[in-house]
Each structure stands twice: as C-alpha cells, then as structure tokens.
C-alpha cells in the first residue's frame, strides 16, 4: 500500500489549496478513505471521509461548508478541496484508509500553513 499526498504549502487566510493523494498497491476502489489532520499537542482530528463508491460523505463541523472530499476511482485518487482558509487550519494533512483516526494505511502527511 502506498499513499503520497501532494498539493500543500504556505498560504493567506481566505485562500484555497487542493491536496492530492495518489494510492497504489491495493483496491483503491472498495476502501472508504479519509482525510486526517494533526496539529502538534493536539488529537488527531478527522476532516473529510468518503465511501468507496464516493455516494456519501462526511465532514467535521470545523471544516463544514469550506472543505470538499472527492475521489477518481478510475485514477486511484483522492482529493481535498479547501475554500476560506483559517489560520486554525494549519496542520499536517494525511490520507487515509478507512473512515477513522487510527488503524489503516496513511500517507507520509502534507504541511498546510494558513498565515498572513
């Protein structure tokens, strides 16, 4: 299993960013798959997570209405959209499988840094 996170970086409150997550090595197609974030001293904190077919998703109440899940299934990828930008959402980003904080195979986590 392999999980590489790209589309990070350093950018203004307000602004947006595209995370990117290329797997390979399994059956990309049946895992539900998520987005975790990790800011240090604090807990995990699952953002975004989609079934595999990509019919249901569901976000966590501090990202509600500015980040969007999606995934290519056709292309063995995942995606993180993010609009409006805060400050509080700096962290290290990881794909994930399965819709959870723990267990699963991640991705080596991404740097976002939300700072003006």
């Known amino acids: 299993v392999q999980l590489v996170e790209s589309g990070g970086g350093l950018v203004q409150p307000g602004d947006s960013l595209r995370l990117s997550c290329a797997a390979s090595?399994?059956?990309?197609?049946?895992?539900?798959m998520s987005w975790v974030r990790q800011v240090p001293g604090k807990e995990r904190e699952m953002v975004a997570g989609?079934?595999?077919?990509?019919?249901?998703?569901t976000y966590a109440d501090a990202v509600k209405g500015r980040f969007t899940i999606s995934r290519d299934n056709a292309k063995n990828m995942l995606y993180l959209q993010m609009d409006n930008l805060k400050p509080e959402d700096t962290a290290v980003y990881y794909c994930?499988?399965?819709?959870?904080?723990?267990?699963?195979?991640w991705g080596q986590g991404i740097q976002v840094t939300v700072s003006s």
């Open positions: 994930k499988t399965f819709l959870s904080t723990t267990g699963g195979s």
């Open positions: 989609i079934l595999s077919s990509g019919s249901s998703t």
């Open positions: 090595g399994f059956s990309f197609s049946t895992f539900g």
